[in-house]
């Protein structure tokens, strides 16, 4: 079955950086695009970036453009979330996504951005 598993959160002082990882598993990975989403505390949940299947083209939502890259390795079934500059509003928990006919989500992975 597909299987979706984050990775790399934790706590991170305001301008630092994290990478967050995504292990995928159960289906085609590089035939699939990808992408990320987050939950902020009291927020609803929305897209962050998203990778086409061989990585050529990827969308950012218009405010983090220019401190996240999304990236991925087909060998490794593995998305990445290069992020930079992190300000305390990237708290969040942060998901994987994929939709094969239905959509599937990894359990997600906290990041705290705080000093």
């Known amino acids: 079955q597909v299987q979706l598993v984050e990775s790399g959160g934790g706590l991170v002082q305001p301008g630092g950086s994290l990478r967050l990882s995504c292990a995928a598993s159960?289906?085609?990975?590089?035939?699939?695009?990808m992408r990320w989403y987050r939950q902020g505390p009291g927020k609803e949940r929305e897209l962050v970036a998203t990778?086409?299947?061989?990585?050529?083209?990827?969308n950012y939502a218009d405010s983090l453009k220019g401190r996240f890259t999304i990236s991925r390795d087909n060998v490794q079934n593995t998305v990445f979330l290069q992020m930079s500059s992190l300000k305390p509003e990237d708290t969040a928990v942060y998901y994987c996504?994929?939709?094969?006919?239905?959509?599937?989500w990894g359990q997600g992975t906290q990041v705290t951005v705080s000093s």
């Open positions: 159960g289906f085609a990975f590089s035939s699939a695009t």
């Open positions: 996504n994929t939709v094969i006919y239905v959509a599937y």
């Open positions: 990778i086409s299947s061989t990585g050529g083209r990827t």
